[in-house]
């Protein structure tokens, strides 16, 4: 038997223990169904990984190396090193200190997520516990001031418009000019939720900032060309969204409150609808169901339903728990209507 089939197979066999049957980074599967798909490991970070974040790796020359287990040929001392390490290892030495409210990426998460996850964890090294500072950026001074590129109200263009995020009144706040005194909104992080939506910003960096004023859902859509300070901003709304739920629903335990920072919502679609009278004829809408505040929104945009998925989609946002914000929305609402 050559060395390199003894090889793969010690790698073949590496890969099936648990916590390196999932990528290190997003937590996909690294082995695909199909024989034919190719499984990948970092032989210089020791960590088994799926094919989209083994591009990133691949990216990042001076810390991480990438081949396929099954295609490429191994040396003896490469396997030893990946039997050594693997994705527990690794996890407990790169992740030791991600903040509690920081996003860890998922398999499905958008380019921009994934990809600054693994340039944080491993080329700059936010997690290790010796670089502190970088986490300053969205966290320890609750403080966040910057420029972002911000969709337009009417014409649909960009402009640039400094945002600043605060912690001491739990608020975003954005200015038509560098320089200006006055802000153009103030938003409360209350009942804020942010989203990547590369695809319906146009941007691979675009965010959707979605809020509530007194009777409407509102929505800001941002970009900045830099990966890494889009995330920042992402996570920095966390920290805030996470410091001010552990006041308001104190004593909630983290578990309770990290579903609540953001969320992604469960389905987005055209759907028809009639009412609010009786007699008024059907008209497409985008629908919007958001997990956050339990709530079913909808636009004027259209689009294609997928009706079982709406369905699913339902049933799994109906089966949540009530948590003690919901029930004081609830109230709100009522007490308004009365
Ligand atoms: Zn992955």
Same mark, same amino acid.
């Given at each position: 038997?050559?060395?390199?089939?003894?090889?793969?197979?010690?790698?073949?066999?590496?890969?099936?223990? @648990?916590?390196?049957?999932?990528?290190?980074?997003?937590? !996909?599967?690294?082995?695909?169904?199909?024989?034919?798909? @190719?499984?990948?490991?970092?032989?210089?970070?020791?960590?088994?990984?799926?094919?989209?974040?083994?591009?990133?790796?691949?990216?990042?020359?001076?810390?991480?190396?990438?081949?396929?287990?099954?295609?490429?040929?191994?040396?003896?001392?490469?396997?030893?090193?990946?039997?050594?390490?693997?994705?527990?290892?690794?996890?407990?030495?790169?992740?030791?200190?991600?903040?509690?409210?920081?996003?860890?990426? =998922?398999?499905?998460?958008?380019? #921009?997520?994934?990809?600054?996850?693994?340039?944080?964890?491993?080329?700059?090294?936010?997690?290790?516990?010796?670089?502190?500072?970088?986490?300053?950026?969205?966290?320890?001074?609750?403080?966040?001031?910057?420029?972002?590129?911000?969709?337009?109200?009417?014409?649909?263009?960009?402009?640039?418009?400094?945002?600043?995020?605060?912690?001491?009144?739990?608020?975003?706040?954005?200015?038509?000019?560098?320089?200006?005194?006055? !802000?153009?909104?103030?938003?409360?992080?209350?009942?804020?939720?942010?989203?990547?939506?590369?695809?319906?910003?146009?941007?691979?960096?675009?965010?959707?900032?979605?809020?509530?004023?007194?009777?409407?859902?509102?929505?800001?859509?941002?970009?900045?060309?830099?990966? =890494?300070?889009?995330?920042?901003?992402?996570?920095?709304?966390?920290?805030?969204?996470?410091?001010?739920?552990?006041?308001?629903?104190?004593?909630?335990?983290?578990?309770?409150?990290?579903?609540? +920072?953001?969320?992604?919502?469960?389905?987005?679609?055209?759907?028809?609808?009639?009412?609010?009278?009786?007699?008024?004829?059907?008209?497409?809408?985008?629908?919007?169901?958001?997990? #956050?505040?339990?709530?079913?929104?909808?636009?004027?945009?259209?689009?294609?339903?997928?009706?079982?998925?709406?369905?699913? !989609?339902?049933?799994?946002?109906?089966?949540?728990?009530? +948590?003690?914000?919901?029930?004081?929305?609830?109230?709100?609402?009522?007490?308004?209507?009365?």
């Amino acid at each position: 038997m050559a060395s390199w089939d003894r090889n793969t197979i010690i790698l073949l066999d590496l890969v099936k223990q @648990p916590e390196n049957a999932r990528c290190a980074d997003c937590g !996909a599967p690294v082995i695909f169904t199909s024989k034919l798909d @190719p499984d990948w490991a970092s032989y210089k970070l020791g960590v088994f990984v799926c094919l989209n974040c083994s591009g990133t790796h691949r990216d990042l020359t001076d810390v991480s190396r990438v081949k396929s287990i099954r295609l490429d040929n191994w040396e003896d001392d490469l396997v030893e090193f990946m039997r050594r390490n693997g994705n527990a290892v690794a996890k407990a030495q790169y992740e030791k200190s991600v903040p509690a409210f920081y996003y860890r990426p =998922q398999q499905h998460d958008c380019v #921009v997520l994934r990809d600054q996850w693994i340039r944080a964890k491993y080329a700059r090294q936010e997690f290790t516990g010796k670089n502190g500072h970088l986490q300053k950026a969205y966290s320890s001074a609750g403080f966040c001031d910057g420029t972002l590129w911000k969709k337009g109200k009417n014409k649909r263009q960009f402009q640039k418009r400094r945002f600043v995020l605060s912690q001491d009144d739990f608020t975003l706040r954005y200015f038509i000019k560098e320089d200006s005194k006055v !802000a153009k909104a103030i938003i409360s992080v209350r009942n804020m939720n942010a989203v990547f939506q590369p695809e319906k910003v146009g941007h691979q960096n675009g965010l959707q900032i979605t809020y509530m004023t007194e009777d409407r859902t509102r929505n800001l859509f941002v970009y900045h060309e830099n990966g =890494q300070e889009i995330v920042n901003w992402f996570n920095a709304v966390r920290a805030v969204r996470y410091a001010y739920l552990r006041k308001a629903l104190a004593p909630a335990n983290d578990s309770e409150l990290m579903p609540l +920072l953001t969320t992604r919502s469960l389905k987005e679609g055209y759907m028809e609808k009639t009412g609010p009278m009786q007699w008024e004829p059907f008209k497409r809408r985008w629908f919007v169901l958001c997990s #956050v505040d339990r709530k079913l929104l909808y636009f004027k945009t259209p689009m294609e339903l997928e009706q079982r998925d709406w369905i699913k !989609a339902f049933q799994q946002v109906i089966a949540q728990p009530l +948590l003690p914000q919901h029930y004081s929305i609830e109230a709100n609402m009522k007490r308004k209507k009365s």
